[in-house]
């Protein structure tokens, strides 16, 4: 996706080809521009003749004007690094095509033509994992957004529709396996060893949903009858030694075909769902349809070598995909500015069959958790962008928390202002309309509109308006009547200097004291800058509830005395409010401590309320236990240095790190006894045993921080007890903090016990990248040196890297150090794989809201990869935009 070298305009049309010398600065596509590619592309066919050096590609596209376009008497095919072997049109061989950087320029003089073209690519040196290459032997491919120009000359843009037929031939001992998308319609042997393979995908898509795969691989197979009565065939293909760990993914998969059918009325529309993991792979996953292909990460587990926290992503990350067979698939969008009315609802669509299987309250602390700790950072600094982009340099840099999970967050809106009914009427009218189509944002706000009888006029801002909106919310009391004035503000972001206020829906509740109970949770609509609600009925001030349930992705700034927050934290009856409740009285002690300072008497007072909270829910019997342990989860350094106009990370760590040993000091007896009953507890995969070991490893954690050397004993039993990687990874993560002999030994029998699984080494990288070991920096040091470690393999990248980068005590160490690891990482990987390469930038981007010490150390840093030669449109995009 990253080495597009030639990027589409937008309308297809030659305008960057008039000869000009190549910018510097690669150009800004704006979402503006978009104008209808003047060519249709109907059917295309494909010839694969495979090999894993060199690989033959012949398509053969059927193409005709577009009546809908401006006329051009040239089709502008993109490509990315090829170089035509041969040209045909209308069975011709032609030579006046020219090229455009990697495009190929052919003139088409009538209404309809044959072009086909053949071109050769050496997978196994394709680093970028784009495209067509090579990973453990087999051949795949990953076509978003823009990796089909790297396989052959295509308009690869969302908006051209064809039909696809693939012939795939090769070496039968070393691609035993050939698959495609749709059906495969015919096979055969060929001369030698080799044999060929041809697919059918009846359904017209866009190129970047294309899939081959070519390798040795078994499959878990099993079937799902769909609604009106279909027979399905589904897969899971993999390596024959991961083959006993794909059951989960698999009943994930036939969970998500039945709740897509009963939730949204959406059925499955081929004969055959294939899913293929790879180990080598840029993202999560990819929906291609019916082949989705999948990073091995979000496919294989089992208890021995897979957390609760893994199955659940696993679950999550095949109803995701799933999901995009209708929204994304059937539906697609026009052009990448309109990549949220994909990514976005299809968020929502998985957070919303993840609340169903797992529960509601839990889920959904747990995915404001991310928009918090990565949505809200990025929509406050210098890469903020609305959910709708109006422009880009490269779009794989716009595959984003913002678009993702705001974009769920925006749609999620809808879906409560109309109520699920309403909304389930807006979807279905949006999927009528739109099907086969490739649509924009506006197509579905307008479904909305439409379907679910919403008036979204206004609402729209929040599709053009970046950053996260501030309300601010004060009950005053007279008589019997509360008011409740709320007032919003949305920050400037990047090009954005002046803001609308926008239409927010705030569910609310006001307690009375006395009772703790409400007359009834409502909804009310702040949709001006500022609203005064009266209530009237209330003898004594009321307590507020707001934002329950997290019905508006905004930032709330409630003005209440703290045992309001410690009355919520303990008896609010909506479990998300009461963990916000327990999450601002956190924040609110440790931003003032890490700020501006408190006296002893303030700090004493902060501490008290947050153990009397903290004490009530380790001991709340009315508590499951994986709401208890989501809301004994303290808020994060990134977070909390979200809430600093000027954050010092070292300060923070020292304050968060400082309450925690309190707390473990103040309720050690507590926190040891639920250590304790949890651990009695055996394993399953039911709801309490999986509360049991969140709670066990999360007690640990804590009384790490009071008692190390006691605690190191605890965590190495921990470890040697365990019969599932959830309590030893646990175990194995505090102990990594510790500096104890019990590390050591855990550490080296932790990486004997699973050296042949990558997924588990993934871990062990990650486990000493995070940890609060003072000598962190000089761990990761040395993880970069060890035998296991490759810039080739993403997850072993994001393993040791990402892992670090989220080590605020590790990566903000105040010599500058961290900063420079990364920086060196960024510039190391770039040439290998620039996607990768990209995602780490924004970590360093955060500087201006860093002490000024820091704040100079890390924009030191993005100078010097500004500087370097050669860089990525990616890297140099973040890098340009971060520098500000
Ligand atoms: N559409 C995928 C995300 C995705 C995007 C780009 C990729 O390139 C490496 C891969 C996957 C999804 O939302 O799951
Ligand atoms: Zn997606």
Redesign the pocket.
């Known amino acids: ?1 990253d080495i597009a070298r030639t990027p589409s305009t937008p309308d297809g049309n030659p305008q960057l080809a008039d000869a000009a010398p190549e910018p510097k600065e690669p150009p800004l596509i704006r979402r503006e521009d978009y104008r209808p590619f003047p060519w249709l592309v109907p059917e295309i066919a494909l010839d694969f003749d495979l090999g894993l050096e060199a690989t033959r590609v012949t398509a053969t596209l059927t193409v005709a004007r577009n009546a809908r376009a401006d006329a051009s008497q040239i089709i502008r095919l993109n490509g990315d690094g090829l170089q035509p072997l041969s040209v045909a049109v209308d069975g011709e061989l032609v030579n006046d095509w020219t090229m455009d950087g990697g495009d190929l320029m052919l003139p088409l003089p009538g209404e309809a033509h044959e072009v086909a073209i053949v071109t050769e690519i050496d997978p196994s040196a394709n680093s970028q ?2 495209g067509l290459y090579a990973s453990n032997g087999m051949l795949c491919t ?1 076509c ?2 823009e ?1 089909f120009r790297r396989i052959t000359f295509f308009p690869d843009r969302p908006d051209v529709l064809s039909i696809y037929r693939v012939r795939m031939e090769g070496s039968k001992a070393q691609f035993p396996v050939l698959l495609s998308n749709g059906n495969k319609v015919a096979e055969g042997e060929g001369e030698g060893d080799r044999h060929w393979a041809e697919w059918h995908d009846p359904w017209p898509k866009p190129s970047y949903l294309f899939a081959l795969v070519a390798g040795d691989l078994v499959a878990r197979s099993d079937s799902f009858a769909t609604m009106s009565g279909r027979e399905v065939a589904l897969n899971v293909w993999v390596r024959a030694e991961d083959l006993p760990r794909t059951g989960h993914a698999m009943e994930s998969l036939k969970k998500s075909m039945k709740w897509d059918e009963e939730t949204f009325g959406r059925e499955y529309d081929l004969d055959l769902f294939n899913i293929v993991a790879v180990g080598d ?7 291609n349809k019916g082949l989705n292909v999948f990073n091995t990460k979000y496919v294989l587990a089992d208890p021995e070598t897979a957390t609760d926290g893994d199955f659940d992503a696993i679950e999550g ?1 095949i109803a ?2 799933y999901f ?1 067979n209708w929204s ?1 698939n059937r539906v697609t969008c026009r052009d990448w500015f309109q990549l949220s009315l ?2 976005g609802f ?1 968020v929502l669509r998985d957070q919303l069959f993840s609340q169903d299987m797992q529960g509601e309250a839990v889920k959904r602390i747990e995915d404001v958790r991310v928009l918090r700790s990565v949505q809200f950072p990025e929509d406050s600094g210098p890469l903020a962008h609305p959910i709708r982009p109006d422009s880009f340099r490269e779009i ?1 840099n716009f ?1 984003t928390a913002t678009i ?1 999970n705001k974009g769920a967050e925006v749609i999620r809106m809808m879906r409560t202002m109309a109520g699920p009914q309403a909304f389930r009427q807006g979807t279905d009218l949006y999927f009528d309309r739109h099907d086969g189509e490739a649509a924009t944002c506006e197509d579905f706000v307008k479904a909305m509109e439409d379907g679910a009888g919403l008036d979204l006029a206004k609402f729209r801002l929040w599709y053009s308006q970046a950053g996260t909106p501030k309300v601010s919310a004060v009950v005053s009391h007279d008589g019997d009547v509360a008011t409740l004035t709320l007032r919003q503000q949305v920050p400037p972001t990047p090009g954005q200097p002046a803001k609308h206020p926008m239409p927010i829906p705030l569910k609310l509740a006001l307690f009375d004291r006395e009772s703790a109970t409400h007359g009834g949770e409502r909804l009310v609509m702040l949709d001006g800058a500022e609203k005064t609600i009266a209530f009237e009925g209330f003898a004594q001030p009321p307590v507020l509830s707001i934002n329950r349930g997290f019905s508006a992705p905004v930032s709330i700034e409630r003005h209440v005395p703290r045992e309001d927050l410690v009355f919520l934290a303990a008896r609010d009856d909506d479990a998300f409010a009461r963990s916000e409740a327990m999450q601002e009285l956190v924040v609110g002690h440790l931003v003032a401590a890490a700020g501006e300072g408190l006296d002893e008497g303030e700090r004493g007072e902060g501490r008290a309320a947050i153990r009397e909270a903290l004490a009530a829910i380790l001991t709340d019997p009315a508590l499951d236990d994986l709401m208890r342990g989501e809301l004994m989860v303290l808020p994060g350094e990134t977070y909390l240095a979200e809430q600093m106009l000027v954050a010092d990370p070292g300060r923070i760590h020292a304050e968060r790190e400082s309450l925690k040993a309190w707390l473990a000091s103040e309720l050690g007896r507590e926190l040891r006894d639920i250590h304790a009953r949890a651990s009695s507890v055996p394993y399953s995969l039911d709801r309490d045993a999986r509360g049991a070991r969140k709670v066990k490893t999360l007690a640990l954690s804590l009384l790490a921080a009071g008692d190390p050397e006691q605690t190191a004993d605890l965590a190495a039993d921990q470890y040697d007890a365990a019969d599932n990687m959830t309590d030893r990874q646990g175990a194995l993560m505090v102990l990594a903090g510790l500096p104890s002999a019990a590390r050591t030994d855990r550490l080296i029998d932790f990486y004997r016990r699973y050296r042949e699984n990558p997924l588990v080494i993934d871990k062990w990288f990650s486990l000493q990248a995070m940890s609060l070991h003072p000598d962190a920096i000089e761990h990761v040091r040395a993880l970069r040196q060890h035998e296991d470690f490759t810039l080739r393999n993403p997850n072993r990248v994001r393993a040791l890297y990402m892992a670090f980068a989220g080590n605020p005590h590790a990566f903000h160490a105040a010599s500058g150090e961290g900063y420079r690891m990364i920086a060196d990482l960024i510039l190391e990987l770039d040439p290998i794989n620039a ?1 990768t390469a990209a995602r780490f930038v924004p970590p360093l981007g955060r500087w201006r809201r860093m002490e000024p010490g820091r704040a100079a150390l890390m924009r030191a840093e993005l100078e010097r990869i500004a500087a370097a030669p050669q860089l990525s449109r990616d890297t140099h995009e973040q890098v340009t935009r971060s520098l500000g």
Do not use: D, I, P, W
């Not at 792979?281 to 929906?287: H, Q």
């Open positions: 996706m994992l784009m990953q978003e957004a990796g792979f840029n993202m999560g996953a990819m929906e990350v995701h995909e995009h994304g994909k990514e299809t794989s595959y993702y996607q």
